[in-house]
């Protein structure tokens, strides 16, 4: 079963730093895109950074400067290291990747793949 598999989160203070992992546990499939998402009590969940195979980064605007998104090609993973932490980061957050299977005897199919999510919490 392809799952992707996410580490990290938990409780922090305000100013402090977390770091998240995610890899897919499958080389089967060309990743497009991976990224992070992030749904608040609420609310909706919420784009925060994305990384495509070219190493591209986008960030949503509250997390700018704050957060770095980066990847391991070779081991299927993404990373997002997140500093200077705030409240209102405070969210479930989710590992996605878009990802394509390519095969001789069938048309390319994209799959994307969500995270089970992680807890991040910044006490204030």
């Known amino acids: 079963q392809v799952r992707l598999v996410e580490s990290g989160g938990g409780l922090v203070q305000a100013g402090g730093s977390l770091s998240l992992s995610c890899a897919l546990s499958?080389?089967?499939?060309?990743?497009?895109?991976m990224g992070w998402y992030r749904q608040a009590p609420g609310k909706q969940r919420e784009l925060v950074a994305t990384?495509?195979?070219?190493?591209?980064?986008n960030y949503a605007d509250s997390v700018k400067g704050r957060f770095t998104i980066s990847r391991d090609v070779a081991k299927n993973a993404v990373y997002l290291q997140m500093n200077s932490l705030k409240p209102e980061d405070t969210a479930v957050y989710y590992c996605?990747?878009?990802?394509?299977?390519?095969?001789?005897?069938?048309?390319?199919?994209?799959?994307?793949?969500w995270g089970q999510g992680t807890q991040v919490t910044v006490s204030s």
């Open positions: 499958t080389n089967i499939f060309t990743i497009n895109a």
């Open positions: 990384i495509t195979s070219a190493g591209s980064t």
């Open positions: 996605n990747a878009d990802t394509t299977y390519y095969s001789d005897y069938v048309d390319p199919v994209e799959y994307v793949y």
